[in-house]
């Protein structure tokens, strides 16, 4: 293992001077230092230890402060001005091969993000912090042991603890007790030189083993099934192009495919990474990949940090030939990769809104094409950004049409929410209640979408107007009534329901809007003899809770699943014959140029639920926008009209996918000083870009849609213009040349998903 100094005790020698000679030296990549690289001698004694990818303590700055850093390259080189010398190697190997390095390179420069932060999202803190292990010092084997044993004399204990050895490194309890023999032995045997110590980590607590599997075969392929693999084995072959964009409507089988693609890449002895959009798909996943492959890794961010580094332990070692993850699993430290699928590749949730703003999707393009290797992706309703891709040629688009066993896609009809509203009262109009009513009593089961949070969404006295809302964000507050809480959905300030007003202490606050608390009330109180159940970021916080909520339903508990967009997407059950969209307007008109895609999307994949065994099934949208494009595109199964539709707007605007974006916003406690910086970047930005350019457009400032957020005012620029790099050029010289003042902090999102 590494040497692990004192920190209080490190001397920093004074650095070496300029040198014509070649030198051991490290660059490396300190926190908030963006993208410059520190270089550094590597003393001695640290010489054989460290290794491009380990992390590093390196001293910083005149006080020579000790930090952490990412050793990045190892060379020897003449140094050509002073440089400090290591302080330690934390590291026994690298964390990270040359291969990722340079993707979290390529991720820092096109993101215009910290090269630090990117490093410290591929290896995840559990695996930094070795959790789930403990210090240890092993016996084992001295390299040469067999060859100066066979020419020695020894007793037949001594034979028993080489046997022992043999095994792999033990405890030197251990030893002695599985070799049957006291400390003597094994002593001698050290002072011999046939066995050495060594220091590691072993695990803290024995593992349980995973239940073991039934071993299923693999399912019979329809025509457009076949022609899908078949094009993933193309790509496989090294036939370009090597990017795969599946587009199956719901119930087509994707997965199967899947299944059998990834089954060709281990039997050729590589590994496959599987991402999937929510972390609620995952057990699913992973329990029909395990049905087939055995043992499946997982990465996700609600695995424990002790889980989460087995895992990534079992990969970086090659124990696992399956990679089943949400977003992160992309950075998987996979020896031998051989294929990456990214199943319904169109999600937002593929994108993270936080530093480093990366898209899974666009870091798995990069991986793939770094690594030689295809990349699928799959979706009944792919991105148009895919979709474009697929009409240039650069992607390879196989559709899949049809449901496998030839089952009929549901019938999906809308209820005009603007007629229903005198003869309806509550979430369910007349129409969806009774047909609710009829599939329960034919013993089917409903699904219920609501992709609002909560009990009521608005809060608002009718004497004085006051309404409640978040005093640090631009935010009505939201009703919970499971705890009688007013909720900011954002900054989590919350206070009591009022009963009365807090302004004019009118008794007769009016609670108004539907959440999904409201419409589990509603439902509960109109079908008393159904068994109902909640799916929301509110009711699924317990471990495990999204597992035993679905296989609940999976067994006929539940009749009733109502919930957010977490219901929407991947689920697969038979006995859903009626899917219900209480508002499918909520995402319809927001300031978003997605927002009709988003909808799109959504009804399509929830209606996607239903209809997939014998019985059939149908979908009922209550809107109040019965003729909007995207509305009837979804009714009728329709992703190439919607496409048709909308790439033309999107075309005569310059958005995506016909034109490059970055979103600035910035943010601070003082609004004045805020504003002041925005309009001190968007000068500098309009300065920078070239004035000849056709299609270049600095938009802004302009204060956010939700222009107040945990206290901080958001204002924002949008840059928009053909060629990506120039945009990025732009903003970084913005960035090199103007400091925020205090207070004021503003981020750059290259390719935003997020607008409001």
């Not at 390529?106 to 559990?126: K, N, Q, R, S």
């Not at 990969?315 to 992160?328: D, F, K, L, Q």
Request: glycine residues 8%; charged residues 20%.
């Amino acid at each position: 293992m590494s040497i692990q100094r004192n920190l209080f005790e490190f001397a920093v020698p004074a650095p070496s001077a300029p040198s014509d000679e070649p030198r051991r030296i490290a660059t490396v990549q300190v926190r908030r230092q963006r993208l410059q690289e520190l270089d550094y001698l590597v003393p001695d004694e640290l010489r054989d230890i460290v290794s491009p990818g380990c992390r590093v303590r390196v001293p910083l700055g005149r006080g020579n402060r000790l930090v952490e850093a990412y050793c990045v390259r190892v060379e020897d080189r003449a140094a050509d001005r002073p440089l400090k010398a290591l302080a330690d190697v934390l590291d026994s190997r690298g964390l990270l091969d040359p291969k990722m390095l340079r993707l979290t390179r390529w991720i820092a420069e096109y993101y215009l993000c910290e090269h630090h932060a990117v490093l410290e999202t591929a290896v995840p803190a559990g695996v930094r912090q070795q959790a789930g292990t403990r210090p240890a010092v092993l016996l084992r084997l001295a390299d040469d042991a067999a060859r100066q044993a066979a020419a020695m004399k020894l007793t037949a204990k001594q034979q028993a603890v080489l046997a022992a050895l043999a095994e792999g490194p033990l405890a030197a309890e251990v030893l002695a007790r599985r070799a049957g023999c006291g400390a003597g032995p094994i002593q001698k045997l050290r002072s011999l030189g046939l066995i050495v110590t060594e220091k590691t980590r072993v695990p803290t607590a024995v593992r349980p083993a995973d239940a073991p599997h039934v071993r299923q075969s693999h399912l019979q392929l329809n025509a457009s099934q076949r022609e899908a693999l078949a094009a993933i084995e193309d790509a496989l072959a090294g036939n370009p192009p090597s990017t795969i964009l599946l587009h199956g409507v719901t119930g087509s089988g994707k997965t199967e495919v899947y299944i059998q693609a990834i089954a060709k890449v281990v039997s050729a002895g590589k590994q496959a990474i599987v991402l999937v959009p929510e972390i609620s798909l995952t057990p699913q996943t992973v329990e029909r990949f395990r049905t087939r492959f055995g043992e499946v890794a997982v990465l996700h961010s609600h695995l424990s940090d002790a889980d989460r580094h087995h895992h990534w332990q079992q990969i970086a070692r090659g124990e696992v030939a399956v990679v089943v993850g949400a977003r992160s699993a992309v950075f998987a430290p996979t020896p031998r990769l051989g294929l990456i699928v990214l199943d319904e590749e169109h999600e937002s949730s593929f994108k993270q809104d936080s530093a480093p703003r990366y898209h899974a999707r666009d870091v798995a393009l990069a991986r793939a094409g770094a690594e030689g290797i295809p990349l699928v992706l799959g979706s009944a309703t792919p991105s148009l950004e895919s979709w474009r891709n697929a009409q240039l040629g650069k992607f390879r688009l196989i559709s899949m049409p049809h449901r496998v066993e030839g089952r009929p896609l549901p019938h999906v009809g809308t209820i005009d929410l603007r007629l229903e509203k005198s003869t309806s009262r509550g979430a369910l109009s007349r129409r969806l209640a009774q047909a609710m009513t009829a599939a329960l009593d034919d013993g089917g089961q409903v699904i219920l979408l609501l992709n609002r949070r909560g009990f009521a969404t608005h809060i608002q006295c009718p004497a004085c107007g006051f309404a409640l809302r978040c005093p640090d964000c631009d935010i009505a507050l939201t009703h919970h009534r499971t705890n009688h809480t007013a909720l900011c959905h954002y900054c989590d300030y919350q206070v009591p329901a009022p009963a009365a007003c807090p302004q004019c202490g009118f008794g007769g606050i009016r609670y108004s809007g539907v959440g999904t608390q409201k419409l589990e009330a509603e439902v509960r109180a109109r079908f008393p003899q159904a068994a109902v159940l909640r799916m929301d970021t509110d009711s699924m916080q317990a471990p495990g809770a999204h597992s035993k909520a679905l296989a609940a339903f999976r067994r006929g508990e539940v009749q009733i699943l109502l919930g957010t967009q977490m219901i929407a997407k991947g689920l697969d059950f038979p006995n859903v014959t009626l899917v219900g969209v209480i508002n499918a307007d909520t995402a319809l008109h927001l300031p978003d140029f997605r927002a009709a895609e988003r909808t799109f999307q959504l009804v399509t994949q929830v209606a996607g639920r239903t209809g997939r065994g014998l019985k059939g099934g149908r979908v009922l949208v209550q809107t109040f926008s019965p003729d909007h494009p995207a509305i009837v595109a979804a009714t009728q199964h329709d992703y190439a009209a919607f496409a048709a539709g909308e790439l033309p707007v999107r075309e005569a605007l310059g958005y995506p996918p016909f034109g490059a974006m970055v979103r600035i916003v910035v943010r601070g406690e003082n609004g004045a000083a805020a504003l002041a910086c925005a309009e001190g970047i968007a000068q500098r930005l309009r300065a920078a870009l070239p004035s000849d350019a056709k299609g270049l457009r600095v938009l802004g400032p302009a204060p956010a849609p939700f222009a107040r957020l945990r206290g901080m005012y958001r204002f924002q620029i949008h840059l928009h213009g053909p060629q990506a790099d120039v945009l990025r050029e732009a903003v970084a010289d913005a960035r090199r040349s103007l400091e925020p003042p205090e207070g004021v902090q503003w981020i750059a999102d290259v390719d935003p998903i997020d607008m409001l």
